[in-house]
Every structure is written in structure tokens, then in C-alpha cells.
């Protein structure tokens, strides 16, 4: 079992920054998918970045060139660096992990559902 507890996220301006982190713990694993997801009222969830453990990222294209989604070496944190932020970057954030004990589970791509997630927190953008 894998725990994520997200932190940071809260206010800011039209073009400001935010970062968010999420705290990783539980079972070692060897592979892994690891995305932040993004949700507003009335809409579907949408992923906005995620990344796979042969370094792999990909962003949504509204994100490209102001997000960056960073795991840190031990596999303990999870970042995403917001930049630029505009009004419609608003929204509850959640990180989410599938991971493997196995190696190369990934190679293929990554789920459409991840079995982990974080319990959210909320960036506003104003």
C-alpha cells in the first residue's frame, strides 16, 4: 500500500507561481507511473502532468513550457511547479501514483487509472 499526502497548493495572481508537493510512503517499488490530476466543478478530471520511472514526462497542453513535475531521487516527493499561472489553472490538485515492485512495468505507458491518490488541495488562481 502507498501513501500520498499532498502540501502546498493555496492563492495567487494572474502570472504568479505555486508550488505543490506530495509526500510519498509505503511499500518499496521499482517502477512507477506518478501524474498530478486536476479537477473543477462540471468538468471531467484532467491529467496535467505526470512521469515514468525511465524519466519520462508528459504535460498537458495547456500546461506545456509553465508546469514542471519533478520525483526527487529517494522517490519520496512528488513536485509540480506551477509558473505563469492563469485564471483557468484553478482548480483542486491531486497527485496520484500506480507503482510496481517489478521493474519495467511501464514501458508500455501508463494506466488510465492509478491505484494511488492524495486527498487533494486547492489552487486558486484570481
Known amino acids: 500500500h502507498v501513501q500520498l499526502v499532498e502540501s502546498g497548493g493555496g492563492s495567487a495572481q494572474d502570472g504568479g507561481s505555486l508550488g505543490l508537493s506530495c509526500g510519498i510512503s509505503?511499500?518499496?517499488?521499482?517502477?512507477?507511473?506518478m501524474g498530478w490530476f486536476r479537477e473543477t466543478p462540471g468538468k471531467v478530471r484532467e491529467v496535467v502532468a505526470f512521469?515514468?520511472?525511465?524519466?519520462?514526462?508528459t504535460y498537458a497542453d495547456s500546461v506545456k513550457g509553465r508546469f514542471t513535475i519533478y520525483l526527487n531521487s529517494a522517490k519520496t516527493t512528488l513536485y509540480l511547479q506551477m509558473n505563469s499561472l492563469k485564471f483557468e489553472d484553478t482548480a483542486v490538485y491531486y497527485c496520484?501514483?500506480?507503482?510496481?515492485?517489478?521493474?519495467?512495468?511501464?514501458?508500455?505507458?501508463?494506466?488510465?487509472?492509478?491505484?494511488?491518490w492524495g486527498q487533494g488541495t486547492q489552487v486558486t488562481v484570481s
Open positions: 509505503g511499500y518499496p517499488f521499482r517502477s512507477y507511473c
Open positions: 496520484a501514483a500506480d507503482v510496481s515492485p517489478y521493474e519495467n512495468d511501464y514501458v508500455r505507458g501508463c494506466p488510465n487509472e492509478y491505484n494511488y
Open positions: 512521469v515514468v520511472d525511465d524519466g519520462r514526462t
